[in-house]
């Protein structure tokens, strides 16, 4: 189904009540917060570059319920409200404070409210706890670990809750440094492949603060994308809406997840084929054994 996205986290410019005095977080200054674009090759923000400011948790409810409601009219049932799943954020403003807990239970608010007015999908991204009651659909799920320095394995508890009861998506494929990887690890979890993709080159989002969207042509990338989709559709016709029921790390490269419905997909990182209790896995490949299909 096609769902409509509402960015109810970022703030470019005023339109209509909306205005940055009157709409966005203030920080300890009492004034609005500026969020300017972030740099890789400078490890700092771009002062120079335009900023965008966020939006106060006040006026992030009442946009949704604008949207929600306007939407409704013409029949539009499934609602995407990527951005505010990720970072919570406190607000300053002398007359309507908001701390990073209220926030969070003004979201929740949010999309309880909007669960009630749909019969369809609502999605967000990366999926933090407080979205989780009302949502149904979580892209950008996280893959990998935040690999601090003392953590020696990696533990999918994420997928363990999850699992069965969310429809999972990890980060985007063609957006990702490491393509066979995200393949393997989404068929590890029996999480779905995501993409994000446009009509044209995204030559033309060069330094722009869209620049991160640095390989998304479907002409160029539909194959690949198509050819992986076909890779890990085994995988999703055994597993179903199957919930995780054990994980097993048998060596740095050899990993085994066993769903509820007794499927168990192996998953080999290693560079060569191995066997491992009569079941043969290629090497950088995976194999899917039990289950109905």
């Known amino acids: ?70 939407a409704s009219g013409v029949g539009i049932k499934t609602y995407s409200f990527m951005s505010i799943g990720k970072e919570p954020y406190a607000a300053y403003n ?36 407080y979205v989780l009651p009302a949502v149904n659909n979580i892209v950008e799920a996280p893959l990998y670990s935040s690999h601090t320095y003392f953590a020696e394995t990696e533990v999918p508890f994420y997928y363990m809750a999850l699992r069965g009861l969310v429809r999972l998506s990890g980060p985007a494929f063609n957006l990702s440094s490491e393509n066979e990887d995200v393949i393997l690890r989404s068929a590890q979890y029996g999480v779905g492949l995501y993409a994000i993709l446009s009509h044209e080159s995204s030559n033309s989002l060069k330094d722009t603060s869209y620049n991160n969207y640095y390989s998304t042509e479907y002409a160029l990338l539909g194959e690949d994308i198509q050819n992986a989709y076909k890779r890990l559709k085994p995988v999703y016709d055994a597993i179903g809406t199957a919930a995780v029921s054990n994980y097993q790390i048998v060596s740095d490269t050899l990993k085994i997840t066993s769903f509820d419905n007794g499927v168990m997909v192996y998953v080999n990182y290693a560079e060569k084929d191995v066997t491992y209790n009569g079941v043969k896995i290629a090497a950088r490949d995976f194999t899917v054994v039990g289950g109905d299909k």
Do not use: C, W
């Open 94 to 129: 002398k007359e309507d404070v908001s701390t990073r807990d209220n926030t969070t239970q003004s979201i929740n608010k949010l999309f309880a409210s909007v669960a009630e007015k749909t019969d369809g999908i609502i999605t967000s991204e990366q999926g933090n706890a």
């Open 1 to 70: 189904p096609m769902m409509f996205d509402v960015d109810l986290t970022n703030y470019y410019q005023s339109s209509g009540k909306y205005k940055k005095y009157n709409s966005t977080v203030y920080g300890l200054d009492l004034s609005p917060v500026p969020m300017f674009p972030f740099v890789l090759s400078l490890n700092r923000v771009d002062r120079k570059q335009d900023a965008h400011y966020l939006f106060h948790p006040t006026a992030m409810l009442d946009i949704a319920a604008s949207f929600v409601n306007s």
